[in-house]
């Protein structure tokens, strides 16, 4: 296994955030807590919570914010064994980012607060 490849696990502390800079096709995997992702040029605000997992699919900078602390598994280029996209993740991708800013606003605030 090459060093690329070697996953590597991050850990946020409450409303700390970290950046991934170009970082497409990097699987990251929360096992505890909760963050919130953003990436730069990109509509769609994701939350995972543990167990969800999701695998960067664009150009762009990605940041990762953990409201209340949050432990990460980033996994670069083809994760080593798949792992679970959790509901959050899946919801985000089937709604699109028209209708998660619109659920956004009628849940009456920001979906990255875990």
């Given at each position: 296994m090459t060093e690329h490849?070697?996953?590597?696990?991050v850990r946020l502390e409450g409303h700390a955030s970290t950046v991934l800079p170009?970082?497409?096709g990097t699987l990251v995997a929360?096992?505890?807590?909760?963050v919130w992702l953003t990436r730069y040029g990109d509509p769609r605000d994701l939350v995972l919570h543990a167990g969800d997992s999701f695998r960067i699919d664009g150009p762009g900078t990605v940041v990762?914010?953990?409201?209340?602390?949050?432990?990460?598994?980033?996994?670069?280029?083809e994760a080593p064994r798949p792992v679970r996209l959790g509901?959050?993740?899946?919801?985000?991708?089937?709604?699109g980012p028209r209708?998660?800013?619109?659920?956004?606003?009628?849940a009456g605030g920001s979906m990255?607060?875990?």
């Open positions: 490849s070697t996953p590597r696990q170009e970082s497409v929360c096992t505890s807590g909760c990762m914010t953990a409201h209340h602390g949050a432990v990460l598994q980033i996994f670069p280029g509901f959050g993740a899946r919801l985000a991708r089937l709604i209708w998660h800013s619109a659920a956004r606003r009628l990255h607060e875990c």
